[in-house]
């Protein structure tokens, strides 16, 4: 991650079963939506790098939201948007990397895996959050 410049951007944390960089929502996208900021595309890219030195691994992308409720013509709920979160995530990596995509999962997480708390403006920026998990190859999980 620090040989990428990553590590200023992304955060890493790791069990014996996964790897796991998040990334805060407002990096990728503006608030309410689900199209990826053209911002956004040198740090997936550089992600995708990443991920192809492990290509045998099962990828898990998570989308997760605040608990502001949303209710938009394209959104009727958070639940809708952190899946539509997640699944641009997966489009991108699958167009622009060698990534097997049967290995890839994707999945929205709504407002229901909070990070922090969503009483305060910095909490709730925390949570609007995707995750990607890179699991390990001996894990029970694959």
């Given amino acids: 991650m620090s040989e990428t410049g990553l590590d200023q951007m992304v955060e890493l944390d790791y069990t014996s079963q996964y790897v796991e960089l998040t990334l805060n929502g407002a990096l990728l996208f503006d608030s309410g939506k689900a199209e990826l900021k053209e911002s956004a595309f040198p740090i997936l890219d550089q992600i995708g790098v990443i991920l192809e030195r492990y290509s045998d691994s099962v990828v898990e992308i998570e989308g997760h939201t605040d608990s502001v409720p949303i209710n ?27 990534l097997d995509p049967s290995l890839i999962k994707h999945s929205g997480r709504g407002e229901y895996v909070p990070v922090a708390d969503n009483s305060t403006a910095e909490g709730r920026a925390l949570n609007r959050r995707v995750e990607i998990k890179i699991y390990n ?4 999980y694959q």
């Fill in 72 to 98: 938009s013509a394209r959104f009727p709920s958070n639940n809708e948007l952190s899946d539509a979160r997640a699944l641009s995530v997966f489009y991108y990596l699958v167009e622009n990397t060698n």
């Fill in 137 to 140: 190859t001996l894990s029970d």
